[in-house]
Every structure is written in structure tokens, then in C-alpha cells.
């Protein structure tokens, strides 16, 4: 059996990219993984229909927080409507593992984070 | 106890197996393994009306364990309810004792409680309208002795609390919070969780004088799917039905209907005779090798394991409870700059079992400010061997995250 925990994910969680608070976000928004505890809070700017820039911070283990800096460095720059078409394919594929339905939940907490906090109300048009 | 192991047939199917997560559940030793199948194979009766010969041996093989669980316990065998776990067993007293809790009245729970001995009494209080009063416990993980001082008082109806965190792994001085509770308020009824301590300690249900007291089958080498909760014989001649049915009932046509005595009235239904039966020979097991000798081969490893711990990782790591002498098999911890989950995994992809997350303990958790905890729990099975394995395999951890 392979180890969950590849060079990659340990990378991302070891040093997560797009880590902290975001000063001139126009979106905010957090989850939380009720079972496990672990949370996630997101900062977005959007310009013109793209994500300008993106932070994130939380709390958890190295799979939910590695998804998180994965997720935030593969958006960045793209189109929000391009974001919220993402799903549980896309996640893994950042990842480069399989999971057990138990850390799925784990690795999915960052795009549902994501998506909640493309959901709120912004000055920006999609 | 290298000998214990070949009791344990998983350990030839899985030789690499390091399990240290016995506080979950204990592994099943061949005979108990045995007596489950046995009875499907052999006898597959109902317990109960029967009038033929498997129907009558089954009845007499179960009412026969009743009679050992009461002698394992030093109680009488008609105090002994057979349920599905410790859960049910709370479920079903707290159930029962609704009728005798009023607007006003206090419940009195600890903040070391299981989810299972926390929430049937919070729910309870809930819809009587009476208090919920979380006792604090001390560093080392116990409650005071005396916490009843602080806590009891003339509305207390109930004070719910486990004999030995499953956290912690420190137990409470089960009789004297009991005597001093009663000291206080002679009706208050003691309800104790034992599902940490049965089959790894000594539990004398007379000498430690509680009212009721639950645990789970499978945590002392049983089969999943049964528990008992003991109820001293004068409170559970007065109590109701838990759920009605079949194999409890005098007269199901009367208006009221009439029920049969302690301990049937609280068994509606067919019960699971083969756990049962499985849980005979778990008494018979943990008999022949001694439960003082259980003990203190547990606390022995548990000792050896927090010393090991602290030499390998220093102050990047937090042992809950004592450093120095241990009290049970339970030990949990944190490390530094890692999840426990991320422990927990990595632990599991090298075939060393452990725990990690609140332990159905989410009140400690808070009152500790900890997300999670990791916790490692052992049993007459684990070796030395085992705990040099979880430190070999538990740097591996730290040096993956260094």
C-alpha cells in the first residue's frame, strides 16, 4: 500500500502557499469538518470575473491544510466560474493520492470552503 | 505474557500487528471466538418459552452466564440487565429514570465523560427541566473524592461519572465519591461508567456501593453486541419497562399491562445470545489469568511506554495525566507541530493501531483547549516489543514532518 502522506502533501502542509489573511478581500469564508474538527477560513479578491489573488488559514491535519494550499495556488488567476466547476476529481488530482472516505472529507473541506466563500455577496460580477 | 498471545488468532493472521487500541476494543481471544460460533453451530435456539432440548440448553447456557457475570461482579444475578453496550445501558437507565426527575432538580455529570455518559444525562435534563452540573476535573485527570461537596445538594437526582477516564486512563476513587454523594443526599442515585475499567481492573460493585453501574461486553474480550448495566435490586423493582414487547410480560391484554421482575422486565426481545454466551467465556479468560495480574501488566507497559515517550521526544511532547506512575493501560498524547490524525495515519500505514480525535470526549477536549489527542491503550497481549515499535514508527512521524 502506498503512503498517503506523498512529498507533495507533506510539502503543502509543511509550507503552505497562500497562508494568512488577505487586507483587500472582497469575499470571506469558513468551514468546518464537524467530525474531525478541522476548519478552514478563506480570503478572496475578485477582479472582473477572476480570482486575483487568495489566502487561506486553519487548523487540522496535514491532508485537509496541504488541499487547502493546493486548491488556493491552482485557482489563483483563473476564472470563479472555472472555481466553483471544480470537484472531488479535481482535489485529488492536487493531491495525487486515493483516500478513504473518511479523509475525503478531510482533503474536501478546502473546496468547500472555497465555495462558500465565492458564495458571499462581493462588489465583483461573475 | 508471551503466552497470552497465542490465545489471539489474529496475530498469526496479521504477525506484524501492533495493536494499542484496546480501549476501543479488545481483540477476541479463541475461546471467545468459539462459544460465538458454537452456539450457532450447535444449538441456534431462541432462549426463553422453548419446550426442546437446544431451546432449554440455550436458555440455561445464558441464564448461566447472568449468574457468572453476577459472581464476576459480586452481585446477585437478578441485578444484572443484559443490553447491547455501555451506550445502551445509560440509554436505557436514563430512560427509565424520567419519571423522577422535576423542574428544579440537578443532574450531576463530570467533564471526563464518554459522549455516552454525558449526553443521555443532558438530554435527560433537558426535557425534565432540571440542571446539567459538569464537575471539573483535576490535573491528573480524576475527579476530586469529595466533588460531591461542591456539587450535591438536596435537588441532586443524579451523579453520573466513569470509574477511569478514557482519556486520561486515571481512575476515580469510585467509593468514596459515592459515599460522599450519599453522605450529602441519602436518595441521590450514583450511575457509574465502567467501560474502561471492567476486565482490567478489579470492580467490586458491593464494595463500591453504587446504584447502577454499565459497561460494554467487547472491551473485556467479548463480543461486540452485548453490555450489562447492574441496578441495585431494590431501585430496579421500582423502575418501568425500558421497551416493551416480547419475554418481559405477565398480562399484555389488561389495560395496564403487567410486567414481569427485574432483570426480564428491562430484556423485551430476543437478546444476542451468542455475545452473551461469548462475554461466559471473556470472564472464564480474563479468570484464568488473573485480574490483578491484567492490571498490573497493563500499567506496567503503560509506565514504561510515557517514560519512553518522554526520553524520545522530549518537551515536543505532552503525556495527559501522571509521567511518572500509571494507573491503567491508557496513555494519551500530543506531539508537537503534528496532528493527531496525521499520527494516527502514518502510524496505521506501518500496522501499529492506535487512536486519534476526541475519543467521544469532546467536554475534556475543550476544558484542555486540545483539538484531538492521540491516544495508545493496551492490553495482556502487548509486549515490550510492541512500545519499541510504536517509538521506532513514531519517529518515522516526526522525521516526515521535520
Redesign the interface.
Same mark, same amino acid.
Given at each position: 500500500m502506498s503512503s498517503l502522506y506523498q512529498a507533495i502533501i507533506l510539502d503543502h502542509s509543511k509550507h503552505p502557499r497562500n497562508c494568512g489573511e488577505l487586507e483587500h478581500a472582497n469575499h470571506h469564508g469558513e468551514a468546518k469538518n464537524p467530525t474531525c474538527g478541522d476548519s478552514l477560513s478563506m480570503d478572496v479578491l475578485t477582479e472582473n470575473g477572476l480570482i486575483s489573488d487568495i489566502r487561506f488559514q486553519g487548523q487540522g491535519c496535514a491532508i485537509s491544510q496541504a488541499s487547502a494550499s493546493l486548491l488556493t495556488e491552482s485557482v489563483k488567476g483563473k476564472r470563479i466560474k472555472a472555481a466553483l466547476g471544480l470537484g472531488t476529481d479535481d482535489i485529488l488530482a492536487l493531491l495525487g493520492v486515493e483516500l478513504s472516505p473518511n479523509r475525503l472529507k478531510c482533503a474536501l473541506l478546502s473546496l468547500e470552503t472555497l465555495k462558500k466563500t465565492l458564495a458571499q455577496d462581493s462588489t465583483d460580477t461573475v | 505474557m508471551i503466552d497470552i498471545r497465542k490465545h489471539f488468532s489474529i496475530f498469526d493472521a496479521r504477525p506484524g500487528l501492533v495493536y494499542l487500541d484496546s480501549g476501543a476494543t479488545a481483540l477476541k481471544p479463541t475461546s471467545v471466538i468459539d462459544a460465538v460460533s458454537g452456539y450457532y453451530r450447535d444449538l441456534s435456539a431462541n432462549v426463553g418459552r422453548g419446550l426442546y432440548a437446544t431451546a432449554e440448553e440455550t436458555t440455561a447456557r445464558f441464564e448461566a452466564i447472568r449468574e457468572r457475570t453476577a459472581r464476576f461482579l459480586n452481585v446477585r444475578a437478578d441485578e444484572i440487565i443484559f443490553t447491547r453496550s455501555t451506550t445502551e445501558g445509560i440509554n436505557l437507565l436514563a430512560y427509565i429514570l424520567e419519571g423522577r426527575i422535576e423542574p428544579g432538580d440537578n443532574i450531576v455529570v463530570t467533564a471526563l465523560e464518554h459522549h455516552s455518559n454525558f449526553l443521555p444525562w443532558k438530554r435527560l435534563a433537558k426535557r425534565c427541566g432540571a440542571e446539567l452540573r459538569v464537575v471539573p476535573f483535576e490535573e491528573n485527570g480524576s475527579i476530586r473524592p469529595d466533588t460531591a461537596r461542591s456539587f450535591v445538594d438536596s435537588r441532586t437526582k443524579i451523579f453520573a461519572f466513569s470509574a477511569i477516564s478514557n482519556v486520561f486512563g486515571t481512575p476515580n476513587d469510585v467509593s468514596t465519591i459515592v459515599r460522599t454523594a450519599k453522605a450529602l443526599n441519602p436518595d441521590i442515585l450514583t450511575v457509574v461508567d465502567a467501560a474502561q475499567a471492567i476486565g482490567h481492573t478489579a470492580v467490586d460493585v458491593r464494595e463500591l456501593d453504587c446504584d447502577f453501574l454499565a459497561f460494554s461486553g467487547h472491551k473485556m474480550f467479548g463480543p461486540t453486541g452485548v453490555g450489562i448495566l447492574y441496578g441495585k435490586s431494590t431501585l430496579l423493582a421500582a423502575l418501568p419497562p425500558y421497551q416493551v414487547g416480547g419475554g418481559m410480560v405477565f398480562d399484555s391484554m389488561a389495560d395496564d399491562p403487567t410486567y414481569m421482575d427485574a432483570p426480564h422486565r428491562f430484556e423485551a426481545g430476543t437478546p444476542d445470545i451468542a455475545a452473551v454466551l461469548g462475554l461466559g467465556s471473556a470472564i472464564t479468560f480474563i479468570e484464568s489469568i488473573g485480574i490483578d495480574r491484567i492490571h498490573a501488566h497493563e500499567v506496567g507497559l503503560a509506565t514504561r511506554a510515557v517514560a519512553k515517550l518522554r526520553e524520545t521526544f522530549d518537551d515536543t511532547l505532552r503525556i495527559l495525566g501522571p509521567t511518572d506512575e500509571r494507573e491503567s493501560g491508557i496513555v494519551s498524547f500530543t506531539l508537537d507541530g503534528i496532528?493527531p490524525?496525521?499520527i494516527a @495515519?502514518?502510524l496505521g &500505514?506501518r500496522d501499529v493501531c492506535i487512536r486519534a480525535? &476526541?475519543h467521544c470526549a469532546a467536554p475534556l477536549h475543550r476544558a484542555l483547549s486540545l483539538? @484531538?489527542t492521540a491516544r495508545i491503550s493496551f492490553s495482556v497481549y502487548n509486549t515490550k516489543a510492541d512500545i519499541d515499535r510504536l517509538i521506532e514508527k513514531l519517529w518515522e512521524v516526526k522525521v516526515?514532518?521535520t
Open positions: - | 496532528h490524525h496525521d @495515519a502514518i &500505514e480525535g &476526541e483539538p @484531538a516526515m514532518f
